[in-house]
């Protein structure tokens, strides 16, 4: 079950950090030109790639701040000025946005809470312990995430037909917490080796139980790696979109993403709304990302995003 | 069972002592995650291929019992030339996406190792601000960005003499409107595929570069003969990924064309999800997954393999 923008478990990612990219940033000279005119054309170039980039997000933002006739000019206003809140008042007085909004919040928050401490114990039992079918599991791990989520949809959708579970927020957990599984325990997984196990053994000679050095030495030292793992299955469930729509039929039960896709439907093109609400469903992962950035010193592209 | 199956395994075996005295708990720890995976993941994938042999509709769906065909199903999509047709047009909208993804994500990390510093952060932040937004999110604002009437992408191209794109809709033409989604498509998986590439150029030792210009091997010439081989298995990881991606698109087709798309735009999961949740013939739907899978199943072989490779390599290395 692989989540586009995930990076796939068994490959070389554990190695692939943004830490790395800063310390790249220290240690350059590899294939550095000296010329300062190259050096002035490749910072250009770089300069027009983060604007092309950015743009469609400036975009964006810019035009949930201008009013209405500012948006629907032939000739584009590049800032909004005179400046609005208007479009986002609107969006919110649409009827099942704050709905739509606790939804979204109830199955992120449910399936966190489940995962992490599934994915824990499980990536305690492969870091920590040899046993018969260990190997076994690691590929179940590993295989699971190669079969592409959209053919799941119709079988998952007649087995939770079939219990009455179709239009209701713990079918749609249920099934999130599944495709995020994988790869947590794997991550996971990578954070408990990490911690030398002598580090149990030394407390444990002071007088700690296994459990307690457990839970004082290793519990800590994962922290990061919880919060990585944790970053990544709150994206992977905000962002996703046909689980949710193909399970959630009516309004008042579907999650924000589902809510912002039909709103030209529902609406028609008013543009306005439409980007300030947009603004309002993309800024709790970028929020989350910025907070979390700096407890993560690394692992941020381990615990790959985008849905 | 010996090194092949063993390789997914990065780190040393675990300490054995621990094995002698606690036999269970390990078992116990794994069996949520085995419970939810089987139940939610390898149930239904068995589900679908059983599914994709039944003539399964809305009658079925309400008496929960579905009618077995055997390989009709089968026979009845490899006959459709709507099939054939999304099939083609969902390999070469994968191709060009891949293609374009690897080409411009290449170019990027390059220039990231040779921008300054300052520059370097502010490509890496766009990246991720890119990253971190919800696909929907994104579809919403090209959208806007491609509106016939006031959408700046039309301007833009007006004001600068690219021709008159003014109340141009980019729809009417299946060739043009999936150029455009390509577009979203290769915007969106770029920062991705940038900084996991970026990262692997950072593992190319600097002194190999060194030593074949000194043996006069021109930029290009370093590039492919030293710099490409150290990357191929990021680059082959990266491509089949995209691979997967791309051949799975829905979200950026059904949402940018307001969840009515035209048959002219079925790719293979759309039209998947058409048979079955448009027209209800989910058995036939069904099929039509098991037939993408198999695809895939061809191209991630590759990836498997090549990852059992990395992991070999790594393990070598380690020890």
Known sequence: MIAPGTAPPGTAYQEIRLERVETGARKRP?????????????????????????????????????????????????????????????????????????NSLIVVAAMLAISLAVAFLAAVGVARFGFKGRTAFLIMIIGVQLVP????????????????QTDALPGVIAIYLAVVLPFMVWTLRGFVANIPVELEEAAMIDGCTRVGAFFRITFPLVGPGLVATAVFGFIQ???????????????????????????????????????????????????FFLIVQRYLAGGLTAGAVKG | MGVAIAAPDLEPAPRRHWRHRVNFLPYALITPSVAVIAGILAFPLGMLGWLSLQNYGLRELIAHQGEWVGLDNYTTILKDPLFHQVVIRSLLFTLTCVALTIFLSTLISLLLLKVRSAIRVLIASALVFVWATPVVVTVDIWQWMFDYEFGVINYLLTQLHFGNYIHHNWFDNPVQGLAVIALIVVWGAIPFVTITLFAGL????????????????????????????????????????????????????????????????????????????????????????????????????????????????????MA
């Open chain 1, 237 to 287: 469930a905000w962002n996703e979109y046909i689980i949710a729509y193909v399970l959630l039929s009516s309004p008042g039960n579907q999650t924000l993403t589902v809510w912002l896709a039909s709103f030209t439907t529902n609406h028609g093109p008013e543009w306005g709304p439409l980007m300030a609400a947009a603004t309002l469903t993309g800024l709790p992962v970028v929020a």
């Open chain 2, 202 to 317: 950072l593992q190319v030792p600097g002194d190999i570069v060194d030593a074949a210009r000194v043996d006069g091997a021109n930029a290009w010439q370093s590039f492919w003969h030293v710099t490409v081989p150290i990357l191929k298995p990021i680059l082959l990881i990266v491509t089949c990924l995209s691979t997967i991606w791309d051949f799975g698109v829905f979200n950026q087709i059904y949402i940018m064309l307001n969840q009515r798309p035209s048959s002219d735009y079925f790719v293979i999961a759309i039209y998947s999800y058409r048979e079955s949740f448009g027209v209800t013939k989910y058995g036939l739907g069904a099929t039509i997954a098991v037939v993408m899978v198999l695809i895939l199943l061809a191209v991630t072989f590759f990836y498997v393999r090549e990852t059992l490779e990395v992991a070999d390599v790594q393990k070598e290395q």
């Open chain 1, 149 to 164: 989520l959209n053919s799941l949809i119709i079988p998952l959708y007649l087995m939770l037909d079939g219990v009455g």
């Open chain 1, 30 to 102: 590899r294939f550095e030109l000296r010329q300062p005119a190259g050096q002035l054309a490749f910072d250009a170039t770089g300069v027009v790639v983060a604007a092309v980039m950015l743009f469609p997000i400036y975009w964006m933002v810019a035009t949930a701040f201008k009013p209405g006739r500012d948006i629907l000019s032939l000739t584009p206003k590049w800032f909004p000025d005179p400046f609005t809140v208007q479009n986002f008042q609107d969006a919110i007085a649409r009827p099942y946005f704050l709905e739509d909004v606790r």
